[in-house]
Structures are given as C-alpha cells and as structure tokens.
T-cell receptor, first 115, second 115 residues
C-alpha cells in the first residue's frame, strides 16, 4: 500500500458525460501528479500540482482539468467524454517537486470506461 | 521533448536465472533522473529502482541493479535470481532535474517467469 488513495476504483459512464476522479496523497506529500494509462497511448503524464498550484502540464486535453485543494487532495475532471478516454487514471504524490530525486508514489488507479 | 524507448515488448526467463531489460532515452538535458517501475497484474505501479544522472555509480536494490551508460543514454535493468513474483510489466521512466516534474515512460516490457 503506497499510502495514496483514489476513488472510485471503477467508473462506467456514457459518451458526452462528465466525471470527477479523486485523489488523496500520502500524508506530508505536497505534490500530486495525474497520469493516464491506455492501450493506445501507454502511460502519459497529464498534470502536476504542488501545494495547491499548477506546476507542470503534460498531454492533458482541454476537456480535462484538475485542481488541488487546501487539504492537498486533488480532483481530475473529465468532460465531454469520448470512447477514447477509457483508460486507467493514476494519481501519484511526492513530498516535494524538482529538483531532487523525489520518489513518486502511485495510487491504485481509477478504471474509467466510456460506453 | 524527452523520449524513452523500450525495445523489448516481452521477455521470458527461467526462475532463478538472470534477465536484463533494455531502455534507451533521448534528452538534451544534463540533469535528470531515471526510474524503473514494476506493474504486476494488480496494476499497481511500484518503484523498483532509481538513478540520478550525476551519479556515476550504478544503483542497486537487492536483486535489482542497473547499468547506466550516460554517454550512450542507456539504462538497463538486471534482475538476478528471478522469482515468480517478478512477473510483471516493467516501465522505464525519465524525469527532468528541474522544471517539469512529470515522468516520461517507455511502452513497457512484459516479463514472464518460467517455473
């Protein structure tokens, strides 16, 4: 158990809908990262937050957005869902941000299925 | 942009034998970190080993060791005394030393352990 929690574990929804994925980082970790794992694209970095502020953006679509709240939990919002958004979404956390070889600890993921 | 290449989609090894997984990367940065993650059938992402680019000494964690060749931009993972529990997808990942903090992953190598 990495100490990172994600809810829900599974989510099934229809095209065009909007969903929210939730992540709670390890106690003491200030950075939260979101990743998408799909058969087509592999593992892709989406976005990073550090202590409530956006720090880095990866291959995140405009239909997707995220935020980190004062208690450091984070939410990833996916809207106007398409079949291709079906994937495993991981949240990871680390104690700090670059520089430094801080480990990123991954949560168990949320499996999103868009039908 | 950085890229990570894992040229072996699948590898097979006999239990108790040694196997080496290959990874190459492309970057123009001098400060960066490299990681190997393991993803068993449970889909949990588990950090196996990390290497700081500024360190010449290869990292070792119990039965896992790396061969880091900075000039060749190569970062292979050696697993000694392979065990059935080592069966998993293995991902090589890159992270910049500063600025953007997200991990760039390779496409993974599926490791099969033959009893």
């Amino acid at each position: 158990d990495s100490g990172v929690t994600q809810t829900p574990k599974h989510l099934i929804t229809a095209t065009g809908q909007r969903v929210t994925l939730r992540c709670s980082p390890r106690s003491g970790d200030l950075s939260v990262y979101w990743y998408q794992q799909s058969l087509d694209q592999g593992l892709q970095f989406l976005i990073q937050y550090y202590n409530g502020e956006e720090r880095a953006k990866g291959n995140i679509l405009e239909r997707f957005s995220a935020q980190q709240f004062p208690d450091l939990h984070s939410e990833l919002n996916l809207s106007s869902l398409e079949l291709g958004d079906s994937a495993l979404y991981f949240c990871a956390s680390s104690v700090a941000q670059a520089p430094g070889s801080y480990e990123q600890y991954f949560g168990p993921g949320t499996r999103l299925t868009v039908t | 942009a950085q890229t990570v290449t894992q040229s072996q989609p699948e590898m097979s090894v006999q239990e108790a034998e040694t196997v080496t997984l290959s990874c190459t990367y492309d970057t123009s940065e001098s400060d960066y970190y490299l990681f190997w993650y393991k993803q068993p059938p449970s889909r949990q992402m588990i950090l196996v080993i990390r290497q700081e680019a500024y360190k010449q000494q290869n990292a070792t964690e119990n039965r896992f060791s790396v061969n880091f060749q900075k000039a060749a931009k190569s970062f292979s993972l050696k697993i000694s005394d392979s065990q059935l529990g080592d069966a998993a997808m293995y991902f090589c990942a890159y992270r910049s030393g500063g600025g953007a903090d997200g991990l760039t992953f390779g496409k993974g190598t599926h490791l099969i352990i033959q009893p």
